[in-house]
């Protein structure tokens, strides 16, 4: 499939990541001339997506970032579905973005990819799991690949493409053609690698402030001040992980440790110290910082 012949993109999952790709893609795709269908097996996460998105569309339009046709252009471009089945024979590209987990989704590929055309591009949103443990179950895994977007996905510009040893390079271009057409700024990650290449290098910079700190080099303030003030970061690592939960560093480093062995991969132990302590950052109201007082407010 070249980017010419694209016309319907397929969104399954119409979760956090799911409706924003799915409406970024409407936004922007090819001056907005894209069909995006929006599906989730769910019939409340379909109702709850497409309130989201009507909300959305009035609010850019009451702040005068786009006008009222042009917003009912992109809702007239932007459908909702909870017949998965039926909006996958309709895709000329599938954006997987459903619960991250593996027997689930093996399921939904090998399901999908008997349904839709031969070569409609099917990519995976994982974070973790590479599209090579999707391969052998779908039809034609030579149009399979991971398309890995960033939260808020309306706003984050990065969108890695991972090639799996079974992704032929024409897939690859049209991904990367694709991602282009809707704004993005694409990059190609060469080899499957846990992580890929953005999370990884965040969780270097992670790892180096979480040994800084327990070496008592500097304090939690002073290593986020560094980072902000000198490196231009727009937010510490301790910040950001306060902002995501201090669980999921915890989570993600053990499931990596669990499947490398590698020393560099466990969590530190101050982040199993707050994790054992429930002191997960801002959902909880105290993490490297405290929170509390500016709940009170
Ligand atoms: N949240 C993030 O920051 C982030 C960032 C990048 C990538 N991702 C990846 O995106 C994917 C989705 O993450 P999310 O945070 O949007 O999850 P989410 O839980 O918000 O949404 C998942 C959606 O999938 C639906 N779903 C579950 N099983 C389904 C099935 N079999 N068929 C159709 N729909 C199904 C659920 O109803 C739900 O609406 C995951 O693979 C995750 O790794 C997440």
């Excluded at 309130?51 to 970032?65: M, Q, S, T």
């Excluded at 799991?129 to 977007?149: E, F, G, M, W």
């Excluded at 190609?188 to 990884?200: L, S």
């Excluded at 001040?225 to 201090?246: H, N, Q, S, V, W």
Aim: proline fraction near 4%.
């Amino acid at each position: 499939m070249n980017i010419e012949q694209v016309k319907t993109i397929v969104v399954i999952g119409a979760g956090a990541m799911g409706q924003q790709i799915a409406m970024n893609t409407a936004l922007n795709g090819r001056a907005s001339s894209y069909r995006v269908i929006l599906c989730d097996s769910f019939p409340s996460a379909v109702e709850k997506a497409q309130k989201w998105a009507a909300d959305y569309l009035a609010g850019r339009v009451a702040k005068g970032r786009i006008t009222q046709p042009e917003a009912d252009r992109i809702s007239a471009s932007l459908s909702f579905s909870q017949d998965v089945d039926g909006a996958a024979v309709q895709a000329d590209i599938v954006i997987e973005a459903i619960i991250e987990n593996l027997e689930i989704k093996r399921e939904l590929f090998g399901r999908i990819s008997k349904l839709c055309k031969p070569d409609t591009i099917l990519g995976s949103n994982s974070s973790n799991l590479v599209s090579s443990k999707l391969a052998d179950v779908t039809v034609n895994p030579q149009r399979l690949l991971n398309i890995h977007y960033f939260n808020p996905a309306l706003v984050m510009q990065l969108v890695e493409l991972v090639r799996g040893p079974h992704t032929a390079p024409e897939t690859i271009e049209t991904a990367r053609a694709f991602a282009l057409s809707t704004g993005k700024a694409p990059i190609v990650i060469n080899k499957e690698i846990a992580g890929f290449v953005a999370n990884r290098i965040n969780a270097a910079v992670t790892h180096e402030a979480c040994s800084l700190l327990e070496k008592g080099v500097a304090s939690v303030e002073d290593i986020d001040t560094a980072c902000e003030k000198g490196l231009g970061y727009p937010m510490g690592p301790f910040r950001l992980m306060d902002l995501t939960g201090i669980d999921v560093n915890y989570y993600v480093r053990r499931d990596r440790y669990a499947e490398s062995g590698d020393e560099y991969d466990k969590p530190s132990p101050l982040v199993i110290e707050k994790f054992q302590k429930g002191e997960l950052g801002r959902k909880t109201g105290k993490g490297w910082y405290d929170y509390s007082a500016a709940d009170k407010k």
